[in-house]
């Protein structure tokens, strides 16, 4: 196997040659890696391009963000999910204003005191940002390393995890600029070395690999097992008034924490038009049942069923807030919410 200075050269090589132009790319700050990096996790690349450029002109530092009411900060946020990193990333900014002076930090020790930054993103911040010498591993980063060394351990499993935390140190510390190594690796796992099958015939460090050698970089690493999903029914109530929509905030836990819904009755199993009329609050004079579709989280599969209710004039809804359609623009609410507001229109 070729050694760690070796491997390091090729990726930074071969990443000049082939980055992708993303956005975050462009100008480099600790700032916008901080907000990439938050807006990277589990979301796909194409949908952070869309977002990362309206969020940066609105909160183009620390200050304008810490500042900023938190229901905007969720509505720029919006397309992009898991919002609880939103949240934090709030939180970061408002601590970088307290502790730092509105500069984000770029030493590892102070990116993670920040809230939701861990390892990775602090790695990622520091040797992104300001070139200093330390490790990232995440999962393209962690497949690379894997099939590097034919390591054929279930990545999820503590000894994994701690060998390619030990790699990747060993490779930037060989690396001549730990910002084109640590980009280099992620975006060699991103376009080349993907999961499934990888396309070694344009990998730069193909000749050191031991799984090509081996023949097994298809089966390493393993297979995950397929999460266990819970199953549940969201039954969504779409009441209109003199062109308002009647809406309400969701709690400040659990899923979509905090964001805003068409009254909406949850239940382990799917419930009858009657049914969702008692127990949705609100004195309907009539439902009709629209379409269902499902919307798949990590952990939830979630079963979303449509109805359109009615209420008679001079009824008070008791609940909720009457939006207007400028107010809903503003509103954040989760793409579940859209694609309801979809199949009332239609
Ligand atoms: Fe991945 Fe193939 Fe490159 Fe090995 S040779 S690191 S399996 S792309």
């Known amino acids: 196997m070729a050694s760690p200075g070796q491997q390091s050269q090729r990726i930074e090589a071969w990443f000049l040659e082939n980055r ?14 901080l907000v990439s990096e938050l807006m990277l996790q589990q979301t796909q690349v194409a949908r952070v391009v869309e977002k990362f450029i309206p969020f940066m002109e609105r909160f183009p530092d620390p200050a304008s963000l810490a500042a900023a009411d938190e229901q905007e900060v969720l509505a720029m946020w919006q397309g992009l999910g898991y ?3 939103a949240r934090n990333l709030k939180r970061s900014a408002e601590y970088i204003v307290q502790h730092f002076g509105g500069r984000t930090p770029l030493d590892v020790d102070d990116l993670l005191q920040l809230p939701g930054v861990g390892r990775y993103t602090a790695g990622a911040v520091a040797s992104i940002a300001g070139r200093r ?11 690379v390393l894997a099939r590097l060394h034919a390591d054929d351990a279930d990545p999820s499993s503590r000894d994994a995890i701690d060998r390619a935390w030990q790699r990747a140190g060993a490779l ?10 640590n980009e280099g690796l ?3 796992g991103a376009l080349v070395c993907t999961p499934g099958v990888p396309d070694c015939g344009t990998c730069p460090v193909a000749s050191g690999c031991s799984a090509k050698r081996s023949g097994r970089q298809g089966r390493i690493p393993p297979p995950k097992r397929a999460a266990i999903k819970i199953e549940v029914h969201h039954h969504a109530v779409v009441i209109k008034r003199k062109g308002r929509l009647l809406m309400e905030q969701r709690g400040d836990d659990g899923i979509w924490a905090g964001l805003w819904q068409v009254p909406t009755v949850e239940s382990k199993r799917k419930l009858v038009p009657s049914q969702v009329q008692r127990r949705c609050g609100i004195e309907l004079a009539g439902i009709d049942r629209l379409g269902s579709f499902t919307h798949v989280l990590s952990h939830r599969r979630i079963h979303v069923h449509v109805f359109r209710g009615s209420i008679a ?13 400028s107010q809903m623009e503003r509103l954040p609410v989760s793409n579940a919410v859209v694609r309801i507001l979809e199949v009332a229109r239609t």
Request: net charge positive; proline share 6%; glycine share 8%.
């Open 20 to 33: 992708r132009t993303l956005p975050w790319r462009t100008r480099r700050s600790a700032w916008r890696s």
């Open 83 to 85: 919002y609880r990193r």
């Open 133 to 143: 010498r330390v490790p990232i591993v995440d999962g393209n980063v962690q497949r």
């Open 172 to 181: 930037v510390e060989a690396c001549d600029r730990p910002d084109h190594l």
């Open 186 to 188: 992620m975006e060699l």
């Open 313 to 325: 004039a001079g009824v008070r809804a008791g609940v909720g807030t009457w939006c207007t359609s």
